[in-house]
């Protein structure tokens, strides 16, 4: 049956109307994996010899930061890892068991990509300890207890996917850890790293990790078989009905008509209401940068974009595909692009200016700070907003408003178009804050940088126009590609 599985996923993916855009795109990825696989073997290979010249216990220094190594894993997983899943609707009409269905949704997981790139820097760093002397048994029962919680992270991704809260949840409580560590209030590696290292000290301990992991794996399995329904989500709980009528924007015309359903859907659907809770995170990007001496000043540039454009990020970028559930509808009716590209623009620009507001305490590290999150903002309404809604052009995968897995929407709406538009959000303001700094002025990088984010927005009819444009030219393949829903 698993054969069988396979074969249809196959079938899946050669037929998609995006496999001959999206082909360029796999092959770069087939590549970009290759090269962290080299990376991460030869980290494994010398990360030994290189925290020995450093004169630190390898094994011990490698346990210290074993906590922060698993929690970005978790946090690229949750930003990056597709949800691997099958077209379950049709198959629960055929006589197939659920459990061999959930099975094989789990179980190629284990073959992902996310999971085996850690073995590749595990492994090698393990043999390397074992050829230095420490103990065979000791160093197997180290690895398989590390790898365990590699795993623990895969099912986690799955589960935190599927519930809002808990990812809400988990995003806080990083937030929360790291800053406290950062600021030196709490030192969580002062409890983590005994743990870890009780792994090669005590035997026996590894076997917590693995008990852990074979509790989530079948929590992960009951959840997904508890809910393989063909009416899953049908029913609703019966609540009492509000309507808004926000009549305040009709004064606006169309463009009103269009922001009063932006807001609607963004207030209405859990995958919108994570957008509003990824661009307040977005507000805490600055700390990272703001006062750390060992960045370099470049990147100030690079914080006050994102503390300013958390919500163009997470919500302008996937500009139609909020709409896609009904895209095709809207097609059918007399209804300008214009307005449509205008409406979504307006959005990103109060959301933009609410944000520029609200990162105000930023203040306490100086008005040089919080000039360069204004500076930023200008860029992102001048540039950065025409650049998220010409690249929603090329972005083809229909959003599924009621899940909130995903904040940063579907992993296939990358591709090769988008990924190029994508590069001059960061590059150019960083290449010319650079330029400024090189003639030792930052006044002069803010001012190139704001500059562009002027004349950007000088120009935003013509922009408008080639957006509008390229939004027409690619009506038909958009309309198509959101009709495919597995």
């Known amino acids: 049956m698993f054969k069988k599985f396979i074969y249809l996923e196959w079938k899946a993916f050669i037929r ?211 809910n393989l329904y063909l009416d899953a989500g049908l029913s609703v709980k019966q609540d009492i009905a509000s309507t808004e009528n926000l009549s305040w924007l009709n004064q606006f015309g169309t463009l ?67 709409d896609s559930s009904y895209y095709q509808l809207m097609m059918t009716q007399n209804i300008p692009y214009r307005g449509y590209i205008t409406s979504k623009w307006w959005l990103i620009v109060i959301a933009t200016f609410i944000s520029t507001l609200l990162a105000s305490f930023y203040l306490f590290f100086g008005w040089e700070v919080y000039l360069t999150i204004v500076v930023g903002a200008i860029y992102n309404i001048g540039v950065n907003s025409h650049l998220v809604l010409l690249g929603g052009a090329f972005t083809k995968t229909p959003i599924d408003l009621s899940n909130a897995g995903g904040a940063f929407g579907d992993k296939k709406a990358f591709n090769v178009s988008a990924m190029l538009l994508s590069l001059p959000k960061i590059l150019l303001p960083l290449g010319l804050y650079a330029l400024g700094l090189y003639f030792g002025n930052k006044m002069i990088g803010l001012s190139l940088v704001a500059g562009a984010g002027v004349i950007g927005f000088i120009f935003k009819e013509k922009v408008f126009s080639l957006i509008e444009k390229r939004y027409k030219i690619e009506k038909y393949s958009t309309i198509s590609a959101y009709k495919q829903k597995s």
């Not at 393990?126 to 590390?146: C, K, Q």
């Not at 599927?162 to 990812?167: G, S, T």
Request: no cysteine; hydrophobic share 55%.
């Open 256 to 322: 009103g008509t269009f922001l009063k359903n932006d807001i609607k859907l963004i207030k209405r659907n859990k995958r919108s209401k994570t957008t509003i809770l990824m661009s307040v995170i977005f507000l805490f990007y600055g700390l990272i940068f703001f006062g750390n001496t060992h960045q370099p000043e470049a990147m100030h540039i690079f914080a006050g974009i994102f503390v300013s454009g958390g919500f163009l990020f997470v919500f302008g970028q996937f500009v139609p595909s909020w």
């Open 16 to 226: 998609s109307a995006s496999f001959g855009k999206n082909l360029a795109m796999k092959i770069i990825m087939g590549f970009l994996m290759a090269y962290f696989s080299l990376i991460f073997i030869g980290m494994g290979v010398g990360a030994f010899y290189m925290l020995k010249e450093m004169k630190l216990e390898p094994l011990l220094t490698i346990n210290k930061f074993l906590i922060y190594y698993f929690l970005f894993d978790l946090v690229i997983r949750l930003l990056l890892q597709p949800i691997p899943v099958l077209n379950i609707k049709p198959l629960l009409v055929l006589p197939l068991k659920k459990p061999t269905i959930v099975h094989f949704s789990l179980g190629k997981t284990v073959l992902s990509f996310f999971n085996w790139i850690h073995a590749l820097f595990f492994i090698p760093f393990s043999v390397v300890l074992i050829l230095n002397g420490y103990d065979v048994i000791e160093i197997i029962f180290w690895h398989l207890g590390v790898m365990s919680i590699i795993y623990i992270n895969n099912f986690l991704n799955i589960i935190l996917s599927n519930i809002d809260k808990l990812f809400a949840l988990f995003l806080i409580l990083i937030v929360a850890l790291g800053g406290a560590q950062y600021y030196q209030l709490f030192d969580i590696t002062l409890f983590t790293t005994p743990f870890f290292q009780s792994f090669y000290d005590i035997d026996g301990l590894f076997l917590v990790p693995i008990l852990v992991l074979i509790a989530l794996h079948f929590f992960t399995f009951k959840y997904f078989e508890k």
